[in-house]
């Protein structure tokens, strides 16, 4: 039996639940079982083979995840045993190492990705959209066939995007980290930063969003400029969007991280049982 958990303090959690039977019922040839529960305590995290982190709104979260005597478990989860963990929108605020604060202040920030997350980023004009967007990720490991994945449904609401990937931090706060408008995740134990320097695996940029900002200045009124910006990264067992897959019927990118949720199982066992034989 697999346990897939998803965090239930605040957001978007049923609609993940909702997505995730969804997409254990189309990986149902395969003999497994899943099980799936809401996490609101300790103990139901340590049940956990992975989790998700739900959109909604990242400060209040965070509050009620330090009020349940959640946030370092959560942490310990995603740096020390290294188990998957998916973060959708607000949820990839959280998993960032690095943010910025907004006028309502901030929060405490999980951390394991090692990014600068720049929240609301699309402001208030734009502050929900739709864009369906290729996903490289889904066309190269859904399909047996090379075939291309139809577009996804991405849904954008106040999201932030990845604005920066960080060098690794070694416990010592960056210049730019000391400015005042940022927010970054406590480093953990020496033992943890030593096991992170040797199994760290660089963040990939998993998908990016093209968009056209209006010039900034005046003269450049009829000039758009063109940005690309990073809408998905993966570090290792960490995976983070910046759009609400769980608002969508679309459970493509449940299935893949599903998968990815198998694959990290099967490598823990191997490296059990080469432990145990060692
Ligand atoms: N902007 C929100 C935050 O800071 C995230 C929005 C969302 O999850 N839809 O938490």
Known sequence: IITVGVLALQGAFSEHIQLLRQATADLSPQDLQWRLIEVRTPQELSQCDGLIIPGGESTTMSLVAARSGLLEPLRDFVKVSRRPVWGTCAGLILLAESANRTKKGGQELIGGLDVRVNRNHFGRQTESFQANLDLPF?????SETS???PPYRCVFIRAPVVEKILPHKKGVQSEEERLDDTIVAPSKTPV????REQLRSDVEVMATLSTRLPALQENQEHEHK???DIIAVRQGNVFGCSFHPELTEDARIHV????????????RQQFELADRTR
């Open 226 to 228: 063109a940005a690309e």
């Open 192 to 195: 943890d930063d030593l096991a």
């Open 138 to 142: 889904l066309s190269s490991s859904t």
């Open 147 to 149: 075939k291309e994945a």
């Open 256 to 267: 893949w991280w599903l998968r990815e949720v198998m694959q990290a199982m099967e490598r």
